[in-house]
């Protein structure tokens, strides 16, 4: 039976109706529809993903701090994984590699690049807190090292206390006084209000930071209880972003090595090193800063030819007036903890000797031994010859003298003071050898004016 008109009218609205019903609801639906169904991440979150791993922010607060991320997300900061995640992983492995950094994206200057540990030893310490708590996979480490009696103690205390620190494993804490724990504090970047010996404005993530990077390595603390700029020879300390941190490059001394070009700069390299040695036991500060051991990337030249120290990780230190306590036959307080073998892996905790055993002279006898030979002698350990600086007396004169110096200076068996009179003996024979010229820029000119540069 045909539709009567008023019948059609109200079936056409109806048709009407629903296709508007259902153009609004593709349009409102679809990109609801689109997300749920799972769309692959963003690169530029992937690439963020891989950076908060890469520097170990997904670890904090077990880390060194915050300090310099902005630079880096900023891209102030410049180095190959950071720009293509993606394409060079193998360096991921590696501890530190070279950069770039800059304050206003027109001058950019070097940096080094370095984890407290190598990622191996990370994720070798990360597994060792999970273990001592009994599980076997991935945990929350900054939750486990929260709850131990060592942080405990130091997030109740508004100073950093020498037994607190007790038993970890940096020459830098062998025998700590409350002095040296003062400068600690005193000097820490990672907060924002330095200067204070009290940690009253130290949050609760603040403290566990600095005692995860004092277990760790010492490094970023030296260079900023030591700085460059009061003098002292280590390089600027930049800041850090996770397990990552930042200072100053320098070109490595084994480039000097093999060479008869070379060794006019040899020769104030060793003078730099002798003076820099002598300097690190004798300062106002009334610290005794000592070498553990030494090798030769210990050492770095900056571009006006200055000698730095850029490992200061094995650099010991003794209060001279303070002094230190008897070392105890065993441990005591925290001294088995988790913190105390942090950044050594699975291998055994090594301590270093106790600070009654540092001779005055232990830093000397350790350059004379590893450094010094390769700097001034040629491979059969005899003065080179045929250097155009010397006359025939002169020349004869320093082949006899300065391997015999080098002799005294590093055997142990010799007494303090015949160590420190060869150690005298050797800086007056290199001191007038050394090169003045536009190339050490500085000492010059003030060298052409004043034999005391």
């Known amino acids: ?48 993903s891989l950076q908060r791993a890469f520097l170990g922010l997904d670890k904090c607060n077990a880390c060194v701090g915050t300090s310099i991320c902005k630079k880096l997300m900023k891209d102030q900061i410049r180095f190959d994984w950071w720009m293509f995640p993606d394409t060079t992983l193998p360096l991921a492995e590696k501890k530190s590699f070279p950069g770039n950094l800059t304050d206003d994206s027109l001058n950019w200057r070097p940096v080094v690049l370095s984890f ?10 990360d597994r060792s807190i999970c273990r001592s708590v009994g599980r076997q996979g991935p945990c929350s480490i900054e939750a486990i090292l929260r709850v131990t009696p060592r942080f405990q103690s130091l997030n109740q205390s508004h100073l950093l206390l020498p037994h607190i620190v007790k038993g970890l494993a940096p020459p830098l804490l062998r025998c700590p006084s409350q002095r040296l724990l003062d400068r600690v504090v005193r000097r820490y970047a990672e907060v924002v209000d330095v200067g204070s010996v009290q940690m009253k404005h130290f949050s609760e993530r603040d403290k566990l930071r600095l005692l995860y990077t004092l277990a760790v390595n010492q490094q970023p603390l030296i260079l900023q209880m030591f700085p460059g700029t009061e003098g002292w020879p280590f390089p600027r300390y930049q800041g850090s972003c996770g397990r990552l941190m930042v200072w100053a490059s320098s070109r490595p001394l084994w480039g000097l090595y093999g060479s008869s070009r070379e060794f006019v700069q040899r020769l104030d390299v060793a003078y730099q090193l002798l003076q820099i040695t002598q300097g690190l036991g ?7 800063l000592y070498y553990t051991r030494l090798g030769e990337d210990m050492f770095g030249l900056l571009d006006d030819q200055r000698v730095f120290i850029t490992d200061a990780s094995s650099i010991g230190v003794i ?24 950044g050594q892996g699975a291998s055994p905790c090594h301590r270093s000797p106790p600070c009654s055993s540092v001779r005055p002279t232990q830093s000397l006898t350790l350059l004379c031994t590893a450094l010094l030979p390769r700097l001034l002698l040629t ?6 010859t045929r250097l155009p600086m010397e006359g025939e007396a002169e020349a004869g004169k320093l082949a006899k003298d300065v391997p015999l110096l080098l002799g005294v200076c590093a055997d142990p068996s010799q007494p303090d ?11 007056d024979l290199l001191k007038p050898m050394r090169p003045c010229n536009p190339h050490y820029t500085y000492r010059y000119p003030e060298c052409r004016y004043n034999q005391d540069y």
């Open 1 to 48: 039976m045909p539709l009567k008109r008023c019948d059609q009218r109200v079936v056409g609205f109806v048709r009407l109706t629903v296709c508007v019903l259902s153009w609004l609801l593709c349009v409102c639906w679809a990109p609801i529809v689109v997300e749920a169904a799972g769309t692959p991440p963003a690169p530029q979150q992937k690439a963020l």
């Open 116 to 125: 407290l540990s190598s990622p191996r030893l990370h994720s070798s310490s």
């Open 282 to 288: 004798h300062n106002s500060l009334g610290f005794l």
């Open 319 to 342: 209060d001279l007036e303070q002094g230190f306590p008897p070392d105890p036959p065993s441990q005591t307080g925290f001294g088995g903890d988790i913190f105390s073998c942090l």
């Open 379 to 384: 491979e059969r350990g005899t003065w080179p």
């Open 417 to 427: 003071w015949r160590i420190m009179a060869a150690v005298g003996s050797l800086m």
